[in-house]
């Protein structure tokens, strides 16, 4: 692709500096001439503009990053065709100035436990947020993890990520191809399907990484690396090295398993561990679950740049390299005089009080919201999961938490032991008020097939294979996303057929109907309807007045609105003057609003 430093894209964005190429896109450091303020620009290659699928890819990384607002994930700013100049399809991301934690790794090796946990639990809280969407990141890796100068952090490049209403599921071959192998899960490699549970044994292998200074399996070729996924399974990190705790151990054996029902189920359990995990290794640390922008603080041992008199600025996975201005500054500060540098301290002093204020205030109004909350809106109990636990478990489980359990029935099921919960109502993740009950639906084994008695089939006669396949007891998967429901039916060897709907009380991304419902017995090869959630029938006109054409005629296109333009005058008008229904009116999806440009 040729270089288009210098252009204007979109009658707004000059391109500045080109800051990284990849094999998809290249990304430019601009700047926002409306805004006056430095952004990073990525623009798709021409040769694959014409290819539909990448283009609905590319987009889709826009509008899945869009959803999420989290200061722990690089924001989306913007998304169009340029017109009026080069054809570019692109996308406006946060500029994030600094380094990834692959280069943190490379400088530092691995890290203590404390700044484990300092730059991890930012990282997991914005998966933690993600997943509350229904959206998946799916190339969970150091690269895609980027610290700003000021020690910030931040997860990049939801390129991989799909919500419900997003796209469909990936193949195996595209997963492994746009998937980076040393931190794809089994099924990702087996079955090119993945849920939440997915990024969780990502995010595991990253974990194992940053405590260890290595990957947890190497080859020679990326089959044999996911060849191993597969098959092995992960070492405690401390036996590579030793002094990690035995409960960081459990967190990331729990969160690589190689089963995806024994891992986390998202990220705010995976999240919830570990800052149970930092209480308990610093009960006097003030625990704070703000999800605030503020940065971490860095590592005990500085990062010592490889080449000293640069730094590196990235975003995604590529790099470029400029003089190291603040490290200049850092080294000429040692000979500041001793008075100067006493009134420096007196200045921070003061202003780590005034933080420690402001900080104090918002966790007072934070934390009056919340009691004002739980005191007028009881939202009841957050049901655990119990599926294969025994009975005695799962009710010491429940029992904890002041919720009463009640056997619902007994069932054959060749994939569950006996006795073993096979699913409970309300399932894993479900409300109830407290005192509530929970009925369990335990497993009775392989149910024992009588040894026939009838004559013996002649030889030219074929056996059917629909009287012997295995009878297979589905979950309930309503009101569970629909990833969810499609990689543990299709892994229980069962066809999954999609469809979408509308609905006013399941979020969207999850299942509305199904059928056969749960606890019904098929057999292996059968067919499983769902209906997955888009949300509500009807949502409000979006505001785009004053946008450019593009930027809204895409923000009517990401909540399913199609957009007529009608052009006033002359023609020379850039920017939206007027729509039709007007802002906040409640259209149905899929209905037309009128931009007037003037």
């Known amino acids: 692709m040729s270089d288009l430093t210098g252009e204007l894209i979109d009658g707004r964005y000059k391109l500045l500096t080109l800051i990284a190429a990849g094999g998809m896109a290249s990304i430019y450091k601009a700047m926002d001439t409306r805004l006056d303020r430095l952004v990073a620009v990525k623009i798709m290659h021409p040769h694959l503009a014409n290819d539909e699928e990448f283009v609905n890819r590319f987009i889709r990384?826009?509008?899945?990053?869009?959803?999420?607002?989290?200061?722990?994930?690089?924001?989306?700013?913007?998304?169009?065709?340029?017109?009026?100049?080069?054809?570019?399809?692109?996308?406006?991301?946060?500029?994030?100035?600094?380094?990834?934690?692959?280069?943190?790794?490379?400088?530092?090796?691995?890290?203590?436990?404390?700044?484990?946990?300092?730059?991890?639990?930012?990282?997991?809280?914005?998966?933690?947020?993600?997943?509350?969407?229904?959206?998946?990141?799916?190339?969970?890796?150091?690269?895609?993890?980027?610290?700003?100068?000021?020690?910030?952090?931040?997860?990049?490049?939801?390129?991989?990520?799909?919500?419900?209403?997003?796209?469909?599921?990936?193949?195996?071959?595209?997963?492994?191809?746009?998937?980076?192998?040393?931190?794809?899960?089994?099924?990702?490699?087996?079955?090119?399907?993945?849920?939440?549970?997915?990024?969780?044994?990502?995010?595991?292998?990253?974990?194992?990484?940053?405590l260890t200074g290595e990957k947890p399996y190497e080859g020679e070729s990326p089959i044999q690396i996911a060849y191993k996924h597969v098959n092995d399974r992960i070492d405690p990190p401390s036996l590579r090295r030793p002094g990690i705790p035995e409960a960081l151990d459990a967190i990331v054996l729990k969160a690589t398993s190689p089963n995806p029902d024994q891992r986390q189920k998202n990220g705010q359990e995976l999240l919830d561990e570990l800052r149970q995990l930092q209480a308990s290794l610093d009960p006097k640390r003030n625990q704070m679950s703000l999800e605030l922008d503020l940065p971490v603080s860095p590592p005990i041992?500085?990062?010592?740049?490889?080449?000293?008199?640069?730094?590196?600025?990235?975003?995604?996975?590529?790099?470029?390299?400029?003089?190291?201005?603040?490290?200049?500054?850092?080294?000429?500060?040692?000979?500041?005089?001793?008075?100067?540098?006493?009134?420096?301290?007196?200045?921070?002093?003061?202003?780590?009080?005034?933080?420690?204020?402001?900080?104090?205030?918002?966790?007072?109004?934070?934390?009056?919201?919340?009691?004002?909350?739980?005191?007028?809106?009881?939202?009841?109990?957050?049901?655990?999961?119990?599926?294969?636990?025994?009975?005695?478990?799962?009710?010491?489980?429940?029992?904890?938490?002041?919720?009463?359990?009640?056997?619902?029935?007994?069932?054959?099921?060749?994939?569950?032991?006996?006795g073993k919960v096979i699913f409970s109502n309300p399932g894993g993740g479900g409300h109830i008020s407290k005192n509530g009950t929970v009925l369990l639906y335990l497993s009775k084994g392989a149910e024992l097939q009588p040894t026939p008695t009838a004559a013996p089939v002649a030889p030219t006669a074929t056996p059917s294979t629909v009287a012997t396949a295995a009878l297979i007891t589905i979950d309930s998967y309503l009101g569970k996303s629909g990833d969810q429901a499609q990689s543990e039916l299709t892994a229980a060897g069962l066809v999954v057929s999609q469809n979408f709907g509308f609905s006013d009380v399941v979020s969207a991304g999850n299942v509305m109907a199904q059928d056969p419902a749960g606890a019904t017995q098929i057999r292996a090869g059968s067919t499983v309807k769902i209906v997955i959630s888009q949300g509500p029938e009807l949502v409000p006109v979006p505001n785009v007045v004053s946008m450019t054409r593009t930027a809204a005629v895409t923000a009517l296109e990401n909540v399913q609105l199609q957009a007529k333009v009608v052009v006033r005058g002359a023609g020379t008008g850039k920017h939206v003057t007027r729509i039709s229904p007007k802002a906040g009116t409640e259209v149905k999806r899929g209905s037309t609003v009128t931009i007037t440009l003037g």
């Not at 420096?344 to 918002?362: E, T």
């Open 61 to 210: 990384e826009a509008k899945a990053t869009a959803a999420l607002s989290h200061p722990n994930i690089v924001s989306i700013q913007d998304q169009g065709w340029n017109e009026g100049g080069t054809p570019a399809v692109f996308i406006v991301m946060e500029y994030i100035d600094g380094f990834t934690l692959r280069d943190l790794l490379a400088d530092n090796g691995p890290l203590s436990v404390p700044d484990f946990l300092r730059y991890m639990i930012p990282v997991t809280s914005a998966l933690a947020a993600a997943h509350r969407l229904g959206i998946s990141h799916r190339d969970l890796k150091p690269e895609n993890i980027l610290i700003s100068k000021d020690d910030r952090i931040k997860i990049a490049d939801f390129g991989l990520a799909r919500g419900g209403v997003l796209g469909s599921t990936m193949t195996v071959e595209s997963s492994i191809v746009l998937g980076s192998v040393s931190y794809l899960s089994p099924e990702q490699v087996q079955r090119g399907i993945s849920d939440a549970r997915s990024d969780i044994y990502s995010l595991g292998i990253v974990y194992f990484e940053i």
């Open 301 to 418: 041992q500085q990062p010592i740049r490889k080449r000293r008199g640069h730094e590196e600025v990235r975003i995604g996975d590529t790099k470029v390299e400029r003089p190291d201005f603040a490290q200049s500054k850092l080294m000429n500060s040692k000979e500041e005089p001793m008075s100067n540098t006493t009134e420096l301290r007196r200045k921070k002093a003061k202003k780590v009080r005034r933080n420690r204020i402001s900080i104090a205030l918002i966790v007072l109004l934070v934390v009056g919201g919340g009691t004002y909350k739980f005191l007028t809106n009881n939202a009841g109990i957050s049901v655990p999961s119990v599926v294969g636990m025994n009975i005695t478990e799962a009710s010491k489980t429940l029992k904890l938490l002041g919720l009463r359990v009640s056997i619902g029935s007994r069932m054959y099921d060749p994939s569950v032991p006996r």
